[in-house]
């Protein structure tokens, strides 16, 4: 079930981040997991799931970070857990911006 209200309030958090990663070159909105986020040479780096976490594409290593810090899990596809997928809550918002930061350069890095 979609909480809308969580994802209300992630839109409102996330929104204008996305807003100032599109002013940058080769960043535009695509489709990933059934929603729009944000992608950069075409590959997605940060998008607000049905539930309104913020999920993001980061280096496995950064993703066992975030998850050991308890400020952010592992993303699970059908109980798969994904490698290099992280979901932030959206009681989180404070480490929003900075973390879709960290998914913007990792994946800039890897379409370069």
Do not use: N
Request: proline content about 3%; aromatic content about 10%.
């Amino acid at each position: 079930m979609v909480d809308h209200a969580a994802r209300d309030r992630a839109h409102e958090a996330f929104d204008p981040i996305a807003q100032r990663y599109l002013a940058r070159d080769g960043v535009d909105i695509g489709r990933m997991f059934g929603s729009e986020g944000l992608r950069v040479r075409g590959k997605v780096f940060a998008f607000v799931g049905f539930d309104g976490g913020l999920i993001l594409k980061l280096p496995e290593a950064r993703v066992d970070e975030i998850s050991a810090e308890g400020w952010g899990t592992r993303m699970a596809m059908r109980g798969r857990p994904m490698r290099e997928w992280a979901v932030l809550d959206v009681d989180e918002l404070a480490h929003w911006d900075a973390a879709v930061g960290e998914a913007f350069a990792f994946v800039d890095e890897l379409t370069e």
